[in-house]
């Protein structure tokens, strides 16, 4: 099985839900040292605190943009705890392609930073929910 | 002349094979492959010699002590260096600077002072300087590079100052295979007072080396870049200096008596090097030595050139692909070539490479700082040896056309 499949090379060549979210409600940042992959999530939550949109930016390999993007079109109208709950081996079962050790960095960066802005966006919700 | 068909012989890792093809190793800039003879040493040490140095009287401790010690001094001799008390045997040669930092740095280093150093170096000798002058309150000047990717002489005289108390500079820089002007830029050094140190791991597996002609004050380099076992690093530096240098580590092996309170150091170099040394290495590494004086530093450093000529020519045949590499005559690469294809990423170059057989290196090589000023995120590198051959260019630039076919 090939690692560049048609489907990786076609998210890499035209990267879906690529680009800025206005006002996003919370904005995290992913690098992978090892390559200097970057990816940056930007999202935005309805009242219902599901997500209205949510979009990635940034530079790196082709099996990193690919997932990003490939994971990104999975998450509109889920909520916070619906995309904390999402696995590791479940990115790899998407990307259906073999991930070697050295590249499954590359393959979760975006998992990574979508849960680090997902963290941030949790985070002033739950400050209200005690304030109150 | 250098056959690299019989040399590739010696080497039994070109007998694997690599997801069906046949073994391109290009990534010896990395760690180089090694030859049977070396491998022979570990396994010989093992089976028949292995023993404590440095502290029994009985035959097999003898005997390895000896073949310890001989190797210290065949490396005095392979750099040229006064005698075999200047070197210093550690795990590699960031460890080497590293000693040099924590031990002369501590001691000589005061507020306001400044450390120099260039755009080109490897994280390995930025680092240790970074933190020293975050310690100290002391300044970091880096050198910049012409736009030929040599370094800039001129911006080098102009941060030179009477501040200036060390010259951390590499010997060939391991991106662009740029090879500093060592012996002005130690001149340079040496007429501020300064000392200076030279990150020699890069040029030493194919340049011949001269500490007393270059006048370094410390010289740093590891065994795996050049033929030898990993977990060997060496640090060379002046008999003065190191007589004057507290110890790096303390224990065994460095300590000449020890009372309940208090201890005395040992001579140099056995001061710098406590606790059991990486023994069985370090005597395989003089095979490595053996193997180098043999082969000829000369003969493999025109061997290297001529595959850096044909790699650039072949390179460049395709308008996609950027090349760097310093090409300034008198700063010139002569076995590194690193390079960028639009719109693919180094890690996916290296990838479709391996699926060729094709061994290279992606990534920030160790560099970041030399990344951003290059204005770029990683590359992808080739580098040569003595067991390269123009067919494993060929087989490189095949790989190349798969990449490019893929991507298109």
Redesign the interface.
């Known amino acids: 099985m090939d690692i560049y499949s048609e489907i990786i090379l076609d998210h890499y060549k035209n990267p879906r839900n690529k680009g800025s979210v206005k006002n996003a409600t919370a904005t995290a940042i992913e690098h992978n040292p090892l390559c200097g992959d970057k990816i940056k999530i930007e999202l935005l939550l309805d009242k219902s605190n599901r997500i209205k949109t949510i979009k990635f930016s940034g530079s790196g390999c082709a099996i990193s943009q690919a997932a990003a993007s490939m994971l990104l079109e999975t998450l509109t109208g889920k909520t916070l705890n619906e995309i904390e709950k999402i696995k590791s081996r479940e990115i790899i079962k998407m990307l259906n392609i073999p991930i070697s050790p050295a590249r499954e960095k590359c393959a979760l960066l975006g998992l990574y930073a979508v849960k680090k802005a997902v963290e941030l966006a949790a985070k002033p919700r739950n400050s209200k929910k005690r304030s109150k | 002349m250098l056959d690299p068909n019989k040399i590739k012989k010696q080497f039994p890792i070109f007998k694997r094979e690599i997801n069906n093809h046949s073994l391109v190793y290009l990534d010896s800039a990395s760690t180089s492959q090694k030859p049977q003879a070396v491998i022979n040493s570990l396994v010989n040490y093992y089976k028949n010699t292995n023993a404590n140095i440095h502290r029994s009287i009985y035959k097999l401790s003898e005997e390895a002590t000896s073949a310890y010690e001989n190797v210290r001094s065949q490396t005095a001799k392979f750099i040229n260096a006064k005698s075999s008390r200047e070197i210093i045997f550690t795990r590699n040669a960031t460890e080497s600077i590293n000693m040099v930092a924590q031990t002369w740095g501590k001691l000589n280093i005061k507020p306001n002072d400044e450390i120099i150093v260039s755009i080109l170096e490897h994280h390995s000798n930025l680092v240790p300087w970074q933190q020293l002058c975050k310690e100290k309150n002391a300044k970091l000047k880096i050198i910049p590079l012409t736009k030929n990717y040599s370094i800039d002489l001129k911006n080098y005289k102009k941060l030179l100052s009477k501040k200036t108390k060390l010259v951390a500079i590499t010997g060939e820089s391991n991106v662009l295979g740029t090879r500093p002007p060592l012996k002005e830029i130690i001149k340079l050094a040496h007429g501020k007072n300064a000392i200076t140190i030279v990150d020699g791991a890069q040029m030493v597996a194919h340049s011949h080396v001269d500490v007393q002609d270059l006048d370094c004050d410390f010289f740093a380099f590891s065994s795996h870049k050049m033929l030898g076992p990993t977990g060997v690093g060496i640090l060379y530096g002046k008999e003065n200096l190191f007589k004057k240098m507290p110890p790096f580590l303390f224990g065994g092996d460095m300590i000449k008596t020890v009372s309940k309170y208090d201890a005395q150091w040992n001579d140099i170099p056995w001061k710098f090097e406590a606790g059991t040394p990486n023994i069985a290495d370090v005597i395989a590494f003089g095979e490595a030595l053996n193997f180098l004086t043999r082969t000829g530093l000369k003969n493999i450093n025109e061997h290297n050139k001529k595959l850096l000529k044909y790699a650039i020519e072949e390179f460049s045949k395709y308008k996609e692909v950027k090349l760097f590499y310093a090409k300034d005559s008198a700063q010139s690469s002569t076995s590194i070539l690193s390079f960028s294809i639009k719109n693919?990423?180094?890690?996916?170059i290296a990838?479709?490479f391996d699926t060729e057989g094709v061994e290279i290196r992606?990534?920030?090589h160790c560099c970041?700082p030399l990344?951003d000023y290059l204005k770029v995120?990683?590359l992808a590198r080739i580098s040569f040896y003595l067991y390269n051959t123009f067919e494993d260019i060929d087989l490189a630039e095949k790989a190349l056309k798969k990449t490019l076919k893929?991507?298109k």
Do not use: K, L, R
């Not at chain 2, 693919?344 to 996916?348: E, S, V, W």
């Open positions: 693919i990423h180094p890690h996916d990838q479709i992606s990534g920030h970041e990344m995120p990683a893929i991507f």
